[in-house]
């Protein structure tokens, strides 16, 4: 054997004895990277979880998370309503600096994020992940460049349009850039349930990429009006009525909601709710289906072996709505907090968040950490190990998950509301600052209110503190940049 010979056997050998160590060097890499799947449930309010005081209903899968992870019970959505929110989330910044600021339909969907955004996929992509989201987007039509395709995900399907998504037996779905026909839905017919199909390709995703790192992303629409269920969850809340009489609701005398049934009307299956004659029926119904995903989601997890490298954090975009015919008053569904959806005070923006992960964050724990939506990308990107982006509003909260010293804390949060005459807040401790009406009065006077003392914003004592008034005032005029695009007038003297 000549030495060229010799030399080759040689360093065939080290590669081939070699490569199985680098082989499982990157497996424990990518076993380092924990699985992200984010699920955002559609107007959940702070009370509409057991875990939180619910009582004429229950939630078992979402408890037992809660049991085997974090609860907070001082985290905030981005705003009132779901596109801002959704997109506080996305960008790591509150509504003074996000790029969508409202709910504004176009072209068959939402305002756009534009190109230059930097999102939560996005940089979840650049650590190497895998990112899908299945449910509803609101944050870019179809074709535009806040499309979920051009913003980070690899695969999308559910809703473009959050406005379709008011209804949950529609004409059509998107995956990626197809629109899938469901013709178990034509006209009036109600077939195909959309929760249960995304749920079929949500669970599909995590099969699918059980052996890489991955993001998964799950706007449900559940529990936003239309307030229905499959048949089989809504006999569940209706009492069994004798041969030839109406069924009756558990929760009865219950108030029928009359909404869009005629196939020839202008909203029907495009964001006009159907009618409903059991709504609180249906309310619970349909959070005894989210609770079920929600298990399913756990048990696929489990099942495949990735239940301790997998974070699951479950939160609401905003409070609890008053459409279609919900009752949240019935159901308690703020707690002990003033407001719904589309209001500042805490009933409009305190939602639940739980966060689970085996073997890292404390099992049945609780955190009163003041936290919001734009700390998420930060927080993520800790996880991920990069660096967290320069214009982001957030901070992250992984050392409270991890029960670590030194989690820093935000001098104050900020909201703005474009909506019901354009509203701004401000949590400042425990102070909780609130202005209204200023599209007809930029210098309205500023609510005040002690949290701490006053968790139902009943008291407003602002006359007795303005050195706060001043300093929150303040905020509020530091906090918003101008956008041509949203519009909002803002003066901090009074």
Not at 141 to 156: A, H, I, M, R, T
Not at 198 to 218: C, G
Not at 304 to 310: I, P
Not at 395 to 409: M, N, V, Y
């Amino acid at each position: 054997m000549t030495k060229v010979a010799s030399k080759l056997i040689g360093l065939l050998f080290f590669l081939f004895a070699c490569s199985p160590a680098k082989q499982q060097n990157e497996t424990a890499t990518k076993e380092q990277k924990p699985n992200i799947i984010y699920i955002l449930a559609d107007d959940l309010g702070y009370g509409d979880l057991s875990c939180y005081g619910q009582q004429k209903f229950s939630t078992p899968n979402i408890d037992r998370l809660a049991a085997e992870g974090m609860l907070f019970r001082q985290h905030y959505a981005g705003t009132a309503v779901c596109a801002p929110s959704r997109s506080a989330l996305m960008t790591g910044q509150h509504t003074g600096h996000t790029f969508v600021r409202g709910n504004k339909g176009i072209n068959d969907g939402q305002y756009p994020l534009p190109d230059s955004a930097y999102t939560l996929p996005e940089l979840l992509k650049q650590a190497g992940y895998v990112t899908g989201a299945f449910g509803k987007w609101g944050l870019g039509f179809p074709g535009s460049v806040g499309e979920p395709l051009k913003q980070g995900f690899d695969e999308f399907f559910g809703y473009n349009s959050q406005t379709i998504a008011h209804n949950y037996y529609p004409w059509d779905l998107w995956h990626n850039r197809e629109k899938i026909t469901l013709p178990e839905n034509a006209g009036v017919k109600q077939g195909t349930y959309a929760p249960a199909l995304i749920q079929e390709k949500t669970l599909a995703f995590i099969e699918q990429h059980k052996d890489t790192s991955f993001f998964l992303y799950v706007p449900s629409i559940i529990p936003h009006a239309e307030l229905i269920a499959p048949s089989a969850y809504m006999d569940q809340f209706l009492e069994k009525a004798a041969p030839g009489q109406p069924a009756k609701s558990k929760f009865a005398p219950e108030t029928a909601y009359q909404g869009v049934d005629d196939l020839n009307a202008p909203r029907f299956k495009v964001g006009g709710y159907g009618s409903q004659p059991y709504p609180r029926a249906a309310f619970a119904a349909m959070m005894k289906v989210l609770d079920d995903q929600v298990g399913q989601i756990m048990e696929k997890v489990k099942t495949l072996g990735l239940e301790k490298n997998t974070i699951i954090i479950f939160t609401s975009d905003n409070g609890p709505h008053q459409e279609g015919g919900a009752d949240p008053d019935f159901f308690n569904s703020n707690g002990p907090l003033r407001g719904y959806k589309r209001d500042l005070y805490e009933g409009g923006i305190r939602v639940p968040m739980i966060a689970c992960w085996p073997g890292k964050i404390q099992a049945n724990s609780t955190s009163d950490h003041i936290s919001a939506f734009w700390d998420v990308m930060p927080t993520l990107a800790e996880v991920v190990n990069i660096k967290k982006p320069e214009n982001t509003d957030g901070i992250s909260f992984l050392p409270t998950l991890l029960g670590q010293a030194g989690q820093q804390q935000h001098n104050y949060l900020y909201w703005e509301f474009h909506e019901q005459g354009k509203k701004q807040a401000v949590r400042l401790g425990d102070w909780k600052g609130i202005r209204l009406g200023l599209a007809k009065n930029p210098v309205s006077p500023l609510e005040l209110y002690n949290l701490k003392e006053d968790i139902g914003e009943e008291r407003n004592v602002a006359d007795q503190h303005p050195e706060v008034v001043k300093e929150m005032q303040q905020i509020m005029q530091q906090s918003h940049s101008e956008d041509p695009n949203w519009p909002f007038l803002v003066q901090a003297k009074q």
